[in-house]
């Protein structure tokens, strides 16, 4: 059982939250982990590199001189890969580097990697993170009193906020997500994880849902 401190907006212990990481996964698969977070950031590949081939380069296509006489070594048109300016004997072509795991196993895997970062006490509560209009500054002022200022966090509210959204996203470094979003690779990222009380409670009630 791992007791997490739930503070306020002004950074003050107001209550403790008990939960049990092994109740959203029983075990740690670090493989399960890795191959996630893999296919996580292959989907995040553009895959637009492209060069040109011999055909596809300005020049033309006649050949520079004659094949024999000369003295010097045979050669074809200047659009050929050995010469500067010529186009690349194998270039780069666009391409779709995109896969996707089992749901159940991305799933787990969401639900591993929170529970590590709760057995790492790495998972900052706060009882409300609302905003009556966005402002970048008071929520900056309660990242700094949480002890979370200038670190990498990632930001899980109970549902999309966009008052919340517009307030924290330009803090550098800092990404807001509804909890029914994250994922091992976004919960693993950052240095911390900001969640609200009600988002915690959800997540544990979809893990349980999830389980039964």
Not at 19 to 36: F, R
Not at 45 to 57: D, F, H, Q
Not at 134 to 144: G, V
């Amino acid at each position: 059982m791992v007791s997490i401190p739930v503070y306020n907006r002004d950074g003050q212990q107001v209550d403790i939250y008990e939960i049990d990481p092994a109740e959203l996964a029983p075990q740690i698969n670090k493989q399960l982990l890795h191959d996630a977070v893999v296919m996580y950031r292959a989907n995040l590949r553009l895959g637009t590199a492209k060069c040109k081939n011999r055909s596809e380069v300005v020049g033309s296509t006649r050949k520079l001189y004659r094949q024999k006489g000369t003295g010097r070594a045979r050669a074809g048109m200047r659009r050929t890969p050995i010469r500067r300016g010529g186009g690349r004997a194998h270039p780069k072509r666009p391409q779709d580097w995109s896969y996707r795991l089992p749901r159940k196993a991305l799933r787990l895997a969401a639900r591993m990697a929170l529970a590590a970062r709760i057995a790492d006490n790495e998972v900052v509560l706060i009882d409300e993170l609302k905003f009556d209009v966005p402002k970048t500054r008071e929520a900056a002022t309660i990242l700094a009193k949480l002890g979370l200022s200038g670190m990498r966090v990632l930001v899980a509210l109970d549902s999309y906020d966009a008052i919340a959204y517009k307030s924290l996203r330009n803090i550098d470094k800092v990404e807001t997500l509804p909890v029914s979003d994250i994922n091992a690779y976004e919960v693993l990222r950052p240095k911390r994880v900001l969640m609200t009380r009600a988002a915690l409670d959800l997540f544990r009630a979809k893990s349980a849902a999830v389980k039964a």
